[in-house]
């Protein structure tokens, strides 16, 4: 790879769907890497870019970033042009980290942690970072219903492709509640072109089946 090309690591039935969704509202271009789970994504080769032995990861100019928040994050501000960040002096850069991490963090634990049946007792919950399922969904919701159109108002942002589908992903797997905020802001972020582009592309990776 040169050093200023944009190697984006991936398997469509992963994670990575949010940094491809990503890739294209930047609208740069990137070489796609698709690694199979198992053998390859656990090589030595693979390990030496993510120690976790998971996608998606990607490289830019010597620079090897994992987590899907990070990602997104620093793809934002390599790219600036895009105007998928705020500034730092703008004073929508701290709403903007607020759901980003608040989905990475809270949402995703409470969420994960819902499937697996792993919730924590009510008297225990101020052990964990998201309270309880309940609390980390309604707080969910009020950014959803804030979002008009999306969460920095008419701003669209990285926090709307990570947050978002967090919330478009929850909806089609039933891993959060069916409510109408949701559903709305999802039906608006489905209807961008950078976002079925990405679906496509994706979609025409997965495994063919007989």
């Known amino acids: 790879m040169t050093s200023s090309e944009l190697v984006f690591h991936t398997n469509p039935m992963s994670r990575g769907r949010i940094v491809r969704w ?14 199979e789970y198992g ?5 030595p080769e ?11 990861a990607i490289e830019h100019r010597g620079v ?3 987590e899907v928040a990070a990602i ?3 793809l ?8 998928l960040a705020p500034a730092l002096d703008d004073p929508l850069r701290g709403p903007y980290f607020r ?25 225990k919950a ?40 967090h919330v478009d992903f929850g909806l089609a797997f039933k891993s959060i509640p069916d409510r109408p905020a949701f559903n709305a802001w999802a039906g608006r972020l489905r209807e961008r072109e950078a976002y079925r582009r990405a679906k496509a592309k994706d979609d025409a990776l997965m495994p063919k089946r007989d």
């Open 22 to 35: 990503m890739l294209e509202e930047l609208g740069v271009e990137y070489r796609t890497e698709v690694h």
């Open 39 to 43: 053998k390859d994504m656990k090589s």
């Open 46 to 56: 693979y390990l030496a870019i993510n120690p976790m032995g998971k996608v998606p």
């Open 64 to 66: 090897v970033v994992t």
């Open 72 to 74: 997104c994050a620093y």
């Open 76 to 83: 934002a501000d390599a790219f600036p042009d895009a105007g």
């Open 99 to 123: 759901w980003l991490f608040f989905a990475s963090g809270p949402v995703e634990s409470a969420v994960t942690a819902n499937l697996l049946g792993q919730l924590p007792p009510a008297d």
């Open 126 to 165: 101020g052990m964990v970072g998201y309270g309880s399922y309940d609390q980390a969904m309604d707080v969910l919701e009020q950014a959803a219903a804030s979002a008009s159109p999306w969460l920095l108002g008419e701003r669209f942002s990285a926090a709307d492709v990570y947050v978002g589908s």
